[in-house]
């Protein structure tokens, strides 16, 4: 948590951009960067300088053409760009994070209605450990509870509703932490709008900013 007391431990200024990985952050990624192959040229890039171009990209927003000559060319980043979203380089390396910030946190390092079910059938196979679902009362309806019975019927369902006698605004239990997480993400520029041509590069960035999010934790624990 940020306080005028531990701001010196969330200060970037001393690194050429804000957005550069620390030599901490980088030490996260770096083995989870695929070697170049062999037989052909040579990679003449430092990954890491990659890595930081895009991490600019993502933190200003600003144009592909824009980028600052002592990073690499934008054609070279928005090339890795793809390659590392196209061969499961930006998941592993998400993956990898997240179980290192449950495990920071002492917990099990293995987390619209139609589209809800599809997500949780896919992420319990990921996340077997998974015991309660909160929702909100667009899921309380009788078809999201029989679908859901049928592929999780061990997951128990808390629907978080706002109760009709409250006026003004009030924190609903649980529902602060999605509101919360999604503006951490959008302190990324990149994400103020939907710039992407293809949803495969949004994804990619909507990763990289959940990315940056994890470093930051792991380097600057609580």
């Given at each position: 948590?940020?306080?005028?007391k531990?701001?010196?431990?969330?200060?970037?200024?001393?690194l050429?951009y804000?957005?550069?990985?620390?030599?901490?952050e980088?030490?996260?990624?770096?083995?989870l960067?695929p070697?170049?192959k062999?037989?052909?040229?040579?990679r003449h890039v430092?990954?890491?300088?990659?890595m930081n171009?895009?991490?600019?990209i993502?933190?200003?927003?600003?144009?592909?053409?824009?980028?600052?000559?002592?990073?690499?060319?934008?054609?070279?980043?928005?090339d890795?760009?793809d390659?590392w979203?196209?061969?499961?380089?930006?998941?592993?390396?998400?993956?990898a994070?997240?179980v290192?910030?449950?495990?920071?946190?002492?917990r099990?390092?293995?987390?619209?209605?139609?589209?809800g079910?599809?997500?949780?059938?896919?992420?319990?196979?990921?996340?077997?450990?998974?015991k309660?679902?909160?929702?909100?009362?667009?899921y309380?309806g009788?078809?999201?509870?029989?679908?859901?019975?049928?592929?999780?019927?061990q997951?128990?369902t808390?629907?978080?509703?706002?109760?009709?006698?409250t006026k003004?605004?009030v924190?609903?239990?649980r529902?602060?932490?999605?509101?919360r997480?999604?503006?951490w993400l959008n302190?990324?520029?990149?994400?103020?709008?939907d710039?992407?041509?293809?949803n495969r590069n949004?994804?990619?960035?909507?990763?990289?900013?959940?990315?940056?999010?994890?470093?930051?934790?792991l380097?600057?624990p609580?």
């Open positions: 948590m940020w306080t005028a531990n701001r010196g431990r969330y200060d970037r200024s001393k050429r804000p957005s550069d990985l620390t030599d901490d980088w030490a996260h990624v770096e083995p960067i070697p170049a062999r037989g052909g040229n040579k430092e990954a890491r300088e990659v171009g895009i991490m600019y993502l933190s200003t927003g600003c144009q592909w053409r824009a980028i600052p000559k002592d990073l690499p060319p934008r054609s070279t980043l928005f890795y760009l390659l979203s196209y061969d499961g380089t930006l998941d592993r390396i998400h993956h994070l997240y290192a910030c449950r495990e920071q946190g002492e099990e390092a293995s987390q619209d209605r139609d589209g079910i599809l997500l949780l059938a896919t992420l319990f196979g990921m996340y077997p450990f998974l309660k679902l909160f929702a909100d009362g667009g309380q009788p078809d999201f509870q029989k679908a859901l019975a049928k592929i999780l019927p997951l128990e808390e629907i978080v509703k706002r109760s009709d006698r003004g605004f924190v609903l239990p529902r602060w932490v999605v509101e997480t999604f503006a302190r990324c520029r990149r994400l103020a709008k710039w992407e041509n293809l949004a994804l990619a960035f909507l990763r990289l900013a959940s990315i940056r999010l994890m470093l930051r934790k380097c600057n609580a």
